[in-house]
């Protein structure tokens, strides 16, 4: 199953993949961990694609969408996977559609995570983020056990250098920009499902899987 989680930043996409990738048994494709990745080992990627993360606005197209297809091509993705952060807008929804209709594949369901404002600014401003199994936690929401160390593996938590409140302001402006052409995109294919954000974690998880439950069952009629 080919599963996207669309959202603004903070709507839970990274933390509720992580939870869906056992789950479903799928692997988790998050383009903005693959670009951090990049830029603390310092590739040539990586050095490209800094300013534009520092700033908050979208690395460009052609950099991202060549990374993401190379890494569709790794075995794990045959019985399909979760993508988190990737399409961002309309061009780089229809260089995946492109993708995958060469392959004879499609994408099964889009989640657009709802979120308000505030709680994203609340949830964002708190994110902690474990720098050695890359756990999410919440200084209030999800707070670890022991203060700063990850519950899952013991590595030391810190605050991604994007969650500060001016960078989070422009990661928003550029996310609404864009995202009504990809929810109209998905809608008009029959894929979008709307599933309200603002809830607690288990919440969202149960509508998600409700969604994934039905549209298995679809298939089977
Ligand atoms: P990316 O890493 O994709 O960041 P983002 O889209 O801004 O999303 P976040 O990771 O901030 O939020 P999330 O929805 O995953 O929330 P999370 O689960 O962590 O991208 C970063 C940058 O990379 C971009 O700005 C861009 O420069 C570049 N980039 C990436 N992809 C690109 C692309 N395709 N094209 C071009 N550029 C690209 O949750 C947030 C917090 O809330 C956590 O602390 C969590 O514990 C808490 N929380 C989550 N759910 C709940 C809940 N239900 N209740 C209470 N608390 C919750």
Do not use: W
Request: glycine fraction near 8%; charged fraction near 25%.
């Amino acid at each position: 199953m080919r599963i996207i989680l669309l959202g603004p930043p903070g709507a839970g996409k990274g933390t509720q993949a992580k939870t869906l990738t056992t789950k479903l048994n799928l692997p988790h494709i998050s383009t903005g961990n693959i670009l951090r990745q990049n830029v603390s080992s310092a590739t040539d990627l990586g050095k490209q694609a800094k300013g534009y993360m520092d700033k908050g606005v979208l690395v460009p197209d052609n950099l991202v969408t060549q990374m993401l297809l190379e890494r569709l091509k790794a075995p794990d993705t045959t019985r399909g996977f979760i993508l988190d952060g990737y399409p961002r807008n309309l061009n780089q929804a229809r260089k995946l559609d492109c993708a995958l209709e060469q392959k004879g594949m499609a994408v099964d369901l889009v989640f657009y995570l709802d979120t308000s404002e505030p709680i994203i600014i609340q949830r964002l401003t708190g994110r902690l983020v474990c720098k050695t199994c890359g756990t999410n936690f919440h200084i209030k929401n999800m707070p670890p056990k022991i203060d700063r160390v990850c519950d899952n593996c013991g590595g030391k938590l810190t605050q991604r250098s994007d969650d500060k409140e001016k960078t989070i302001k422009a990661r928003l402006e550029v996310y609404k920009k864009a995202v009504l052409p990809l929810i109209r995109h998905y809608e008009a294919k029959g894929k979008l499902q709307r599933i309200i954000s603002d809830k607690p974690q288990d919440t969202v998880l149960n509508k998600i899987l409700q969604c994934v439950e039905k549209y298995n069952d679809s298939l089977k009629v």
